[in-house]
């Protein structure tokens, strides 16, 4: 392997947030938004990574790397969780000049791929001087998933340098590239990465960026569902910043102070997850301006339920009140509080309506793209000239 380009998407929840803490079902999808990924072998005897949307690049010498730590940090050939210590993320930090304390995302995200740096591409006996450079389409920290879409780009890299998935050569299909058993190796191992970034991780996120298409879950167990329309969907950044953790602590202060309301709003939501879950099997098979209607509906019941507990914000509800004056229906994704917003988008809406939507939108200083949901999940790409010039809409 000389140039190895993959990428993956990002992911949106479509009903569920929030009442799964409390054992509800939830439905996710990916997001045809995607990150991209470049691994290059080199000869300079450093491991180099570039991560420009992040403002990140660093250089460490491979004899250095070796020197400083027993290595690998993980020696099978799956991942064990118990091996990702406290001891070992410190040293790492130390070693990056990254404080033991910090929360940060971009940093974070540098011991990530020094630790799966450390554990795959170690597998081998002698760590390869390699550059990796990642690209995202996705905006960071916005719940989308763009550090797991992250995780899971480099791990493929790094499994696919060591010889533990298959490489594959120009003119493979890009869908169904890796057996189901090497995405579950892809997945694990992509699952590690988001733990160092996010510390608890459900898993749905390096889930839906490894396989693609629909997921549904629920009590830590995720299953994938068979059939999910390519739905055209408007995502819509609020650039408004927002703690998950603190969104989730106020769900369950107004959960304890009302816990019969509060109960009955989720059920209502996960009975709305369970019929969506149904209508977009059957809208796989056939579609029906029907089962538009009732995806709408669903879209406006569940943004009123999360409204009810305590995630919506101003921008939030001015997104929905602006796109329901064109006829179209909105709800938050993720934790709310800020974030991103979709909005379901008919086949037969007119693009002059969408583009009319957009630019009020950009008046308001959100910022939106149009996409589809329910896109393959990682694939590798070929290029002549080893660049990121590649189609966002695959």
């Not at 995607?34 to 005897?45: C, K, N, P, V």
């Not at 990796?132 to 696919?160: F, M, N």
């Not at 009975?271 to 029907?290: F, P, R, Y």
């Not at 800020?338 to 200083?365: H, K, V, W, Y």
Request: negative net charge; charged residues 20%; contains cysteine.
């Amino acid at each position: 392997m000389d140039d190895f380009l993959v990428s993956a998407p990002g992911k949106v929840i479509l009903h569920g947030e929030h009442a799964v803490v409390y054992g509800k079902a939830a439905l996710a999808t990916s997001l045809n938004i995607r990150t991209f990924m470049r691994l290059s072998r080199t000869q300079d005897g450093m491991l180099t990574v570039n991560l420009p949307n992040i403002s990140v690049k660093a250089s460490w010498p491979v004899e250095t790397i070796k020197s400083c730590f027993s290595l690998p940090f993980i020696d099978t050939p799956t991942p064990q969780l118990d091996k990702v210590t406290p001891d070992i993320l410190n040293q790492i930090k130390e070693f990056a000049n990254i404080d033991k304390d910090s929360a940060q995302t971009t940093e974070l995200a540098v011991v990530a791929l020094l630790f799966l740096y450390g554990s795959i591409a170690a597998k081998t006996g002698t760590l390869p001087s390699i550059t990796i450079c990642v690209l995202s389409k996705l905006p960071a920290s916005a719940g989308l998933g763009s550090s797991a879409a992250y995780s899971v780009c480099l791990v493929t890299g790094l499994l696919s340098l060591s010889g533990l998935i298959q490489e594959h050569a120009a003119g493979d299909r890009h869908e169904g590239m890796w057996s189901k058993e090497e995405l579950l190796l892809i997945n694990s191992w992509a699952f590690i990465g988001e733990k160092i970034i996010h510390g608890n991780p459900s898993g749905i996120d390096n889930s839906i960026s490894t396989f693609g298409g629909a997921i549904r879950f629920q009590a830590g167990k995720i299953s994938r569902l068979d059939k999910m329309p390519p739905l055209r969907i408007l995502l819509v950044n609020t650039k408004v910043p927002r703690s998950t953790k603190l969104l989730v602590a106020g769900v369950k202060e107004r959960y304890t102070k009302y816990p019969y309301v509060m109960k009955s709003v989720m059920d209502t939501t996960e009975a709305i997850t369970n019929i969506c879950q149904e209508v977009l099997s059957q809208m796989a098979e056939k579609e029906s301006g029907e089962y538009y209607t009732m995806l709408e509906d669903f879209i406006d019941i569940n943004q009123h339920q999360l409204g009810a507990m305590g995630v919506s914000h101003p921008s939030l509800d001015q997104i929905v009140l602006v796109s329901a004056k064109y006829g179209l229906h909105t709800k938050l994704t993720g934790a709310g509080g800020g974030g991103c917003t979709f909005t379901l988008i008919r086949p037969d809406t007119p693009p002059d309506t969408i583009s009319a939507l957009r630019q009020e939108l950009e008046n308001l200083g959100f910022s939106s793209w149009e996409t589809k949901l329910g896109s393959f999940g990682i694939i590798q790409h070929f290029s002549s000239n080893g660049t990121f010039d590649i189609p966002v809409n695959l």
